[in-house]
């Protein structure tokens, strides 16, 4: 088969690349559109592989064209994503349901070959079947989605409250919908960018804050009463929006960090003692799984694409390009602001 193959830094090739071969427990996906997602982008431009020549892709979906002679709940013929992880399933972690806590793991598109390729197998457990109505692009976008709703469940999400989303990436924009799904008061979305903000208000958002403006504190103020948000989801990975996050909790707050900060971070005495002052609880999240594995997360995900109250749009995606030029997309990705949205690799139909 081709394959997009990663074979040193910033050297991104679509060569033959060995077909995986099913095992008695696994299913083979004919992938059809591949996302590129932010932690691949350091792996390809800033030797953040674990080895040479990998195969990256994580965020993908197919057709099942094999199974494994053990393989009862999928089918040849359905559609699929892929949850990427591979828990040991024997930990302390995983035996308690928290797989993204896992020490001995392996992944699809890191540690093992992912998904920006003709074929790929993955274990039937892993595989996640979706509705037909779903196209292929809008089945690339269930990890995303499952990572936001993932966040969610640990910050002890209810309806009822304010709620701010910090950064309208795509998993900010699907952070802010389950928020709407699960019954806010309120939802707001915080960015920099007036397009991700009207794609916000497109998608369900109730108010959108341009951080850039100076004023914008006047106008949290006037949204919440002057009492800050009770839910507080930082999605952006960015030193000003994880402080940007304490400061707009408002008293007994649940703030989750998602973003993943790829800069040192310092708090003022200050700053930090807003946590005390306010008696706000703060979380991280990781990944996106929960028990029966993969988990909820991917199970709701498929459900509500599918009902279409969890949405999809264009605009989510920057651009689709063929696999054959992958190595192009990744220069792309080189250039700060250029990009916004994901990117998207399709298998043309042979």
Known sequence: MKAAVVCANEDVQY??????IVGENDVKVKVMASGICGSDIPRVLNNGVHFYPIVLGHEFSGDVVEIGTNVRKVKVGDRVTGAPLLPCLKCDACTTGNYALCKDYSFIG?????????????PEQNAV???KSISYEQGAMFEPSTVALHGLFLNAYQGGGDVAILGGGTIGLFTMQWAKI????KVVVFDIDDERLALAKDLGADEVVNTGDDAYPDKVQAITGGKGFAYVFETA???????MAFALAGNKAKVCLIGTPHENLTFTPAQWESMNRKEFQ???????YSSPFPGKEWELTAHYFATGQLK???????????????GAAFQMLKEPGLV?????LINEEE
């Open 340 to 344: 916004k949205g994901k990117v998207i």
């Open 237 to 243: 990975g960015q030193v000003a929006t994880m402080k």
């Open 110 to 122: 890191s540690r093992k070959q992912g998904s920006n390729a003709q074929y790929l197998v993955l």
């Open 182 to 185: 699960f019954g806010s008061k």
């Open 312 to 326: 999809f749009d264009s605009r989510l995606i920057f651009k689709k390009m063929p696999m054959c030029q992958a």
């Open 15 to 20: 060569i033959d690349w060995e077909e995986p």
């Open 129 to 131: 079947v979706f509705d």
């Open 282 to 288: 703060l979380t991280g999240s990781w990944m996106s």
